[in-house]
Protein backbone atom coordinates (compact mmCIF):
# COMPACT_ATOMS: atom_id res chain seq x y z
CA UNK A 1 0.00 0.00 0.00
CA UNK A 2 2.88 2.28 0.29
CA UNK A 3 3.79 2.17 -2.93
CA UNK A 4 0.49 3.36 -3.82
CA UNK A 5 0.65 6.18 -2.17
CA UNK A 6 4.19 7.12 -2.48
CA UNK A 7 4.41 6.45 -6.85
CA UNK A 8 0.89 5.92 -8.01
CA UNK A 9 2.17 6.06 -11.54
CA UNK A 10 4.77 3.49 -11.09
CA UNK A 11 2.32 1.53 -8.98
CA UNK A 12 -0.11 1.15 -11.99
CA UNK A 13 2.43 -0.03 -14.66
CA UNK A 14 3.68 -2.53 -11.69
CA UNK A 15 0.56 -3.72 -11.31
CA UNK A 16 -0.63 -4.50 -14.86
CA UNK A 17 2.69 -5.96 -15.83
CA UNK A 18 1.85 -8.36 -13.00
CA UNK A 19 -1.70 -9.11 -14.29
CA UNK A 20 -0.68 -9.60 -17.74
CA UNK A 21 1.86 -11.88 -16.58
CA UNK A 22 -0.65 -13.86 -14.91
CA UNK A 23 -3.36 -14.14 -17.39
CA UNK A 24 0.14 -15.40 -19.93
CA UNK A 25 0.16 -18.32 -18.45
CA UNK A 26 -1.07 -21.54 -21.00
CA UNK A 27 -2.88 -23.27 -17.67
CA UNK A 28 -3.96 -21.38 -14.17
CA UNK A 29 -4.21 -23.84 -11.16
CA UNK A 30 -4.69 -21.48 -8.31
CA UNK A 31 -4.29 -17.61 -7.96
CA UNK A 32 -5.68 -14.82 -5.98
CA UNK A 33 -6.69 -11.47 -8.05
CA UNK A 34 -6.52 -7.92 -6.47
CA UNK A 35 -8.57 -5.39 -7.81
CA UNK A 36 -8.11 -1.81 -7.22
CA UNK A 37 -10.20 0.60 -8.48
CA UNK A 38 -8.58 3.76 -9.68
CA UNK A 39 -11.46 6.68 -9.45
CA UNK A 40 -11.03 10.03 -11.58
CA UNK A 41 -12.98 13.03 -11.51
CA UNK A 42 -15.01 13.63 -14.28
CA UNK A 43 -13.28 15.97 -16.37
CA UNK A 44 -15.38 18.47 -18.78
CA UNK A 45 -13.44 18.53 -21.61
CA UNK A 46 -9.66 18.22 -23.33
CA UNK A 47 -7.55 21.59 -23.90
CA UNK A 48 -8.10 21.12 -27.86
CA UNK A 49 -12.02 21.11 -27.30
CA UNK A 50 -11.68 23.56 -24.82
CA UNK A 51 -8.92 26.15 -27.09
CA UNK A 52 -11.57 25.60 -29.93
CA UNK A 53 -14.56 26.27 -28.42
CA UNK A 54 -13.86 29.54 -26.96
CA UNK A 55 -11.94 30.45 -30.07
CA UNK A 56 -14.98 29.70 -32.06
CA UNK A 57 -17.74 31.43 -29.17
CA UNK A 58 -14.87 34.75 -29.37
CA UNK A 59 -13.92 34.62 -25.53
CA UNK A 60 -10.14 35.43 -25.19
CA UNK A 61 -7.98 33.45 -22.86
CA UNK A 62 -5.76 35.51 -21.03
CA UNK A 63 -1.90 35.07 -20.84
CA UNK A 64 -2.20 34.42 -17.12
CA UNK A 65 -4.34 31.59 -17.58
CA UNK A 66 -2.16 30.18 -20.47
CA UNK A 67 0.88 30.02 -18.38
CA UNK A 68 -1.31 28.45 -15.47
CA UNK A 69 -1.91 25.60 -17.82
CA UNK A 70 1.91 25.43 -19.22
CA UNK A 71 2.67 25.20 -15.69
CA UNK A 72 0.56 22.28 -14.60
CA UNK A 73 1.41 20.53 -17.78
CA UNK A 74 4.98 20.74 -17.29
CA UNK A 75 4.75 19.66 -13.69
CA UNK A 76 3.19 16.43 -15.13
CA UNK A 77 5.52 15.65 -17.20
CA UNK A 78 8.66 16.26 -15.34
CA UNK A 79 6.90 13.99 -12.53
CA UNK A 80 6.23 11.20 -15.16
CA UNK A 81 9.86 11.33 -16.61
CA UNK A 82 11.03 11.66 -12.44
CA UNK A 83 9.15 7.61 -12.49
CA UNK A 84 11.55 7.06 -15.62
CA UNK A 85 8.58 6.34 -18.01
CA UNK A 86 8.03 8.00 -21.27
CA UNK A 87 4.53 9.19 -22.44
CA UNK A 88 4.59 9.47 -26.21
CA UNK A 89 1.77 11.13 -27.30
CA UNK A 90 1.45 14.47 -25.11
CA UNK A 91 -0.80 16.44 -26.73
CA UNK A 92 -4.00 19.26 -26.25
CA UNK A 93 -6.22 16.00 -26.73
CA UNK A 94 -4.58 14.12 -23.70
CA UNK A 95 -4.85 17.24 -21.27
CA UNK A 96 -7.89 16.94 -19.61
CA UNK A 97 -9.29 19.93 -17.31
CA UNK A 98 -12.40 21.24 -15.31
CA UNK A 99 -14.28 24.27 -16.30
CA UNK A 100 -17.10 26.07 -14.40
CA UNK A 101 -20.78 26.28 -14.93
CA UNK A 102 -19.93 29.00 -17.46
CA UNK A 103 -17.26 26.78 -19.15
CA UNK A 104 -14.22 28.01 -18.23
CA UNK A 105 -11.28 26.18 -16.65
CA UNK A 106 -11.04 26.56 -12.95
CA UNK A 107 -7.33 26.90 -12.86
CA UNK A 108 -6.82 24.25 -10.50
CA UNK A 109 -7.64 20.94 -12.37
CA UNK A 110 -5.66 19.83 -15.15
CA UNK A 111 -3.97 16.76 -15.66
CA UNK A 112 -2.22 14.41 -18.63
CA UNK A 113 -4.22 11.19 -19.46
CA UNK A 114 -3.93 8.53 -22.26
CA UNK A 115 -1.00 6.15 -21.09
CA UNK A 116 -1.47 3.61 -24.21
CA UNK A 117 1.92 3.51 -25.52
CA UNK A 118 3.59 4.81 -23.03
CA UNK A 119 6.55 2.67 -21.47
CA UNK A 120 9.62 2.69 -19.48
CA UNK A 121 12.43 5.07 -20.40
CA UNK A 122 14.42 1.81 -21.81
CA UNK A 123 12.16 0.21 -23.56
CA UNK A 124 11.80 -0.03 -27.50
CA UNK A 125 8.39 1.23 -28.48
CA UNK A 126 8.35 1.22 -32.06
CA UNK A 127 6.33 3.60 -34.55
CA UNK A 128 3.98 5.51 -32.23
CA UNK A 129 2.71 9.03 -31.43
CA UNK A 130 0.45 11.84 -33.26
CA UNK A 131 1.55 13.17 -36.29
CA UNK A 132 1.77 17.00 -35.69
CA UNK A 133 2.64 16.37 -32.33
CA UNK A 134 4.85 13.20 -32.32
CA UNK A 135 8.96 14.21 -33.07
CA UNK A 136 10.41 13.51 -35.92
CA UNK A 137 12.23 10.20 -34.96
CA UNK A 138 9.45 8.90 -32.72
CA UNK A 139 7.92 8.45 -35.97
CA UNK A 140 10.60 6.38 -37.53
CA UNK A 141 10.69 4.40 -34.48
CA UNK A 142 13.18 5.57 -32.36
CA UNK A 143 11.71 7.38 -29.48
CA UNK A 144 13.32 8.46 -26.31
CA UNK A 145 12.44 10.68 -22.85
CA UNK A 146 13.54 13.82 -25.81
CA UNK A 147 10.14 13.22 -27.82
CA UNK A 148 8.25 13.76 -25.20
CA UNK A 149 9.90 17.39 -25.28
CA UNK A 150 9.15 18.06 -28.83
CA UNK A 151 5.47 17.39 -28.31
CA UNK A 152 5.62 19.37 -24.91
CA UNK A 153 6.71 22.27 -27.86
CA UNK A 154 4.23 21.84 -30.13
CA UNK A 155 1.73 21.82 -27.74
CA UNK A 156 3.19 25.02 -25.94
CA UNK A 157 2.19 26.48 -29.44
CA UNK A 158 -1.20 25.91 -28.90
CA UNK A 159 -1.16 27.27 -25.79
CA UNK A 160 0.51 30.71 -26.72
CA UNK A 161 -0.97 31.34 -30.12
CA UNK A 162 -4.01 32.08 -31.62
CA UNK A 163 -6.15 29.60 -32.82
CA UNK A 164 -5.28 30.33 -36.68
CA UNK A 165 -1.73 30.15 -36.08
CA UNK A 166 -1.85 26.83 -33.91
CA UNK A 167 -3.84 25.27 -36.81
CA UNK A 168 -1.89 26.47 -39.67
CA UNK A 169 1.68 25.30 -38.19
CA UNK A 170 0.98 22.22 -36.01
CA UNK A 171 1.18 19.55 -38.92
CA UNK A 172 3.75 20.92 -40.82
CA UNK A 173 7.46 20.96 -40.11
CA UNK A 174 8.40 24.49 -39.12
CA UNK A 175 11.84 26.01 -40.74
CA UNK A 176 13.94 28.35 -39.34
CA UNK A 177 12.46 31.34 -41.70
CA UNK A 178 8.79 30.43 -40.17
CA UNK A 179 9.86 30.41 -36.97
CA UNK A 180 11.85 33.92 -37.27
CA UNK A 181 8.66 35.07 -39.29
CA UNK A 182 6.24 34.92 -35.92
CA UNK A 183 6.29 38.17 -34.14
CA UNK A 184 6.24 37.57 -30.40
CA UNK A 185 5.63 40.22 -27.82
CA UNK A 186 9.63 41.25 -25.98
CA UNK A 187 7.87 40.13 -22.17
CA UNK A 188 7.84 36.42 -24.08
CA UNK A 189 11.11 36.39 -25.91
CA UNK A 190 12.51 33.71 -23.17
CA UNK A 191 9.91 31.74 -23.50
CA UNK A 192 9.56 31.49 -26.75
CA UNK A 193 12.93 31.07 -27.06
CA UNK A 194 12.49 27.83 -25.38
CA UNK A 195 9.63 26.52 -27.29
CA UNK A 196 11.83 26.97 -30.33
CA UNK A 197 14.57 24.63 -29.02
CA UNK A 198 12.01 22.19 -28.33
CA UNK A 199 10.31 22.39 -31.87
CA UNK A 200 13.51 22.15 -34.02
CA UNK A 201 13.84 19.67 -35.82
CA UNK A 202 17.63 17.69 -35.04
CA UNK A 203 20.03 16.98 -38.05
CA UNK A 204 21.25 13.57 -36.21
CA UNK A 205 19.28 10.99 -33.91
CA UNK A 206 20.85 11.29 -30.56
CA UNK A 207 18.89 8.20 -28.51
Known sequence: MSLVSRDPLKF?????KKIWKIFSYNTLTSFCTIIY???MPIYSCNLWQYFKRLFNDQIPITMTTRFKLFKKIIDGLIYIHAQNIKHLDIKPANVLIITDAAGIWNEDDCVITDFGIASDADRETGLAGTPGFASPEQLIG???M????YSFGMLSLML???WPTFWS???QPISEQDLAAIQIDPAYVQLFDAIKTLIRVRNYLYY
Open 169 to 171: SSF
Open 12 to 16: IFFAV
Open 160 to 162: FSD
Open 37 to 39: FLV
Open 142 to 144: TAG
Open 146 to 149: DSDK
